[in-house]
């Protein structure tokens, strides 16, 4: 099973349309985290860091490098 997840946000001008799609899918023992932006490893940076970008990567890697089992979706 794999997990996604879709932010959609049509933007500060309210005209364009900006949006990346996050999947989670376990493998064996393990799991791959991909997203679907461009953007993605540029945003990292953005206000020092202090962003929602941030802290879901740091999350993922966190929980990628504990000893015990990752979830499984479902």
């Given amino acids: 099973d794999e997990v996604h997840a879709r932010n959609w946000d049509p933007g ?3 005209e364009s349309q900006v ?3 996050v999947v989670y899918w ?3 023992n393990g ?3 991909s997203v679907g ?3 993605w ?3 990292l940076a953005w206000n020092q860091g ?3 970008v941030s802290t879901v990567t740091a999350n993922v890697l966190r929980r990628f490098m504990e000893r015990e089992s990752l979830p ?3």
């Fill in 12 to 14: 500060a001008d309210g």
């Fill in 19 to 21: 949006h990346s799609d």
């Fill in 26 to 28: 376990p493998v064996g």
């Fill in 31 to 33: 799991a791959v985290f």
């Fill in 37 to 39: 932006s461009m953007c």
């Fill in 41 to 43: 490893l540029s945003a």
């Fill in 50 to 52: 202090d962003n929602d």
């Fill in 72 to 74: 499984r979706p479902g």
